[in-house]
């Protein structure tokens, strides 16, 4: 079976562009979450939706994040403008009603912003 | 701050013995925690759950859950070098499936 599947794997844009990160969760799962990894801030939760619907976006940084989920295989996050305290490894995980919350990550996004 | 600890290591264990990972948290009403490994530049993998008291074990792992000392555990027996990686812990908030809390990680060395 396919697992989380993101993509670009790797971003490289400059300050105050617009970028765009995209996650297909695991059929059949039903929560879909946004994690962003630094070295200093660990991995953090960033955004879930449950059933395309966002369930907590406190996590999001601020106004220049925002995060979609118009069907139940895709998800994207943007950002917009762009900064360099931005760059990170963005990962989008997914897990189903029925388990423990056992959450599957994607391979991640690397993003750096110049 | 509803926070999970981890010492981040170096944790250096010869091959062959059992590595014990160890982890705190604060927050008394999360239920669920959670074991990934971590290779470097991968993606974190999950390992083990655990949401009761006592042990659990899978193949060579064990969770080790104290809800009462607010503490859990991940032990490896018969290391191998390809156990070589960052541990995450993490847990939920207790109020189904959410969002988790990892810490930040302990980095673990099996020496051949």
């Known amino acids: 079976d396919a697992g989380v599947i993101q993509s670009p794997r790797h971003e490289v844009t400059e300050m105050g562009q617009e970028v765009t990160l995209r996650c297909k969760p695991i059929s059949g799962h039903d929560y879909l979450f946004w994690y962003r990894q630094t070295m200093m801030r660990g991995l953090e939760l960033l955004i879930y939706f449950n059933n395309n619907v966002p369930i907590d976006d406190s996590g999001m940084p601020e106004d220049r994040f925002s995060a979609k989920m118009p069907n139940a295989s895709f998800s994207t996050l943007k950002i917009q403008p762009s900064e360099p305290r931005d760059s990170a490894v963005y990962f989008c995980a997914s897990s189903r009603t029925s388990g423990y919350n056992e959450q599957f990550f994607g391979p991640g996004t690397r993003l750096t912003v110049l | 701050q509803k926070e999970v600890e981890q010492n981040s290591g170096p944790l250096s264990v010869p091959e062959g013995a059992i590595a014990s990972l160890n982890c705190t948290y604060s927050d008394r009403g999360s239920q669920s925690f959670f074991w990934y490994r971590q290779y470097s530049g991968k993606s974190p993998e999950l390992i083990m759950f655990?949401?009761?008291?006592g042990d659990k074990e899978d193949g060579r792992f064990t969770a080790q859950l104290n809800k009462a000392s607010q503490y859990v555990s991940l032990l490896i027996r018969d290391s191998q070098p390809s156990d070589s990686a960052t541990y995450l812990c993490a847990r939920d908030s207790g109020g189904g499936a959410d969002g988790l809390t990892f810490g930040k990680g302990t980095h673990l060395i099996i020496q051949p």
């Open positions: 655990i949401y009761s008291n």
